[in-house]
């Protein structure tokens, strides 16, 4: 068979991959009604559907949209601390209106995909007795900073609040405090632990031995209470990126030889002014990057840290640490 025909072949025709539009939730609700109903189950649903290219959504939800005034997201020039890529330079990001219409139903699908989620929970009878989290892995920029994407929608790498903010909704009623939004900052790290307690699971002092957990169980919030001396910061890694925020800024360093940022988030919330080079602030750079050094000489896996990503498997062809540290490179 000609290798063409071949490859057409294997091609969902037009009418099945729009019935395999929703196979991620078809699948999820085959395991629920196929699950031994003795046992507990962990199910982890995820959607690409908001995803780049911002095109080709159902018309049902991109016309509801198409009219919108979009006044919540900043139309701003491109981040001032590197070039645009990846995401950011794709066509249909072009027409800006269009392609956050297109965002904006891909939302209002996964918020339909979850319902009949939610609907098969009910139908079982399973709904007061099952813990729903909704969160992503990233967050994403629709213009914010003239990026379109996350992290590696310029090089180098970002961690701009868009990027590096997440949803995080939990829901089980009767047991949680519902309608409560809580201002503690917690990580995915913090997730794990409360998922745990929660269900009542305990690591096994095996595993415990030979990894290091980060975070802590914030299964108290959920119930309108409080954890004594929760911590005033997170961090985060990219590759070769570690970042801290903090309640008022945020450090970002790239190893090993930059370039770095520190941002005051109260007064610059857009971040557009570096100030890692300032001298006035030379005490609270020193005072961050150390508290960075501290975090991960404690919690990183030495096989797979951040700075060793030069040397690790490559995943994609957008890894900028596998070109030399020269700001040649990132930046012209």
């Known amino acids: 068979m000609p290798r063409d025909a071949a490859r057409a072949e294997s091609r969902p025709s037009g009418r099945r991959a729009r019935q395999n539009r929703h196979g991620v939730t078809d699948r999820a609700i085959d395991f629920l009604r196929a699950r031994d109903e003795e046992k507990p189950f962990f199910l982890h649903v995820g959607y690409v559907g908001t995803h780049s290219p911002w095109e080709g959504r159902p018309e049902r939800h991109v016309s509801r949209y198409r009219q919108s005034t979009f006044a919540d997201v900043p139309d701003e020039a491109s981040h001032p601390f590197g070039r645009m890529a990846s995401e950011s330079l794709m066509p249909s990001r072009r027409n800006r209106r269009e392609a956050l219409a297109q965002y904006y139903a891909s939302a209002s699908e996964v918020d339909e995909q979850v319902g009949r989620l939610v609907d098969e929970l009910e139908t079982q009878g399973l709904r007061e007795n099952t813990l729903i989290v909704y969160t992503s892995d990233h967050g994403l920029n629709m213009g914010h900073h003239g990026i379109w994407g996350k992290g590696n929608g ?82 985060g890694e990219y590759g070769n990126l570690r970042m ?89």
């Open 154 to 235: 310029t090089k180098p790498y970002n961690m701009v609040e868009e990027s590096i903010r997440v949803p995080l909704i939990l829901n089980r009623p009767g047991a949680l405090l519902g309608d409560q939004s809580r201002s503690e900052m917690v990580t995915h790290c913090d997730l794990f632990q409360t998922i745990l307690e929660h269900t009542g699971v305990s690591l096994p002092e095996e595993t415990l031995g030979e990894r290091n957990y980060p975070g802590r169980s914030f299964a108290p919030l959920l119930a309108g209470g409080h954890v004594a001396e929760w911590p005033e910061e997170v961090y």
């Open 244 to 332: 801290i925020r903090t309640r008022t800024h945020k450090l970002t360093l790239r190893y090993p030889g930059g370039p770095a940022e520190l941002i005051d988030l109260v007064a610059d919330p857009r971040e557009t002014v570096n100030l890692y080079a300032d001298p006035r602030h030379a005490d609270l750079v020193a005072d961050l990057t150390g508290r960075v050094e501290r975090y991960f000489g404690r919690y990183e896996d030495p096989v797979k840290s951040g700075l060793r990503v030069t040397e690790l498997p490559q995943h994609n062809t957008e890894e900028v640490w596998r070109f030399p540290d020269t700001d040649s490179t990132w930046w012209e």
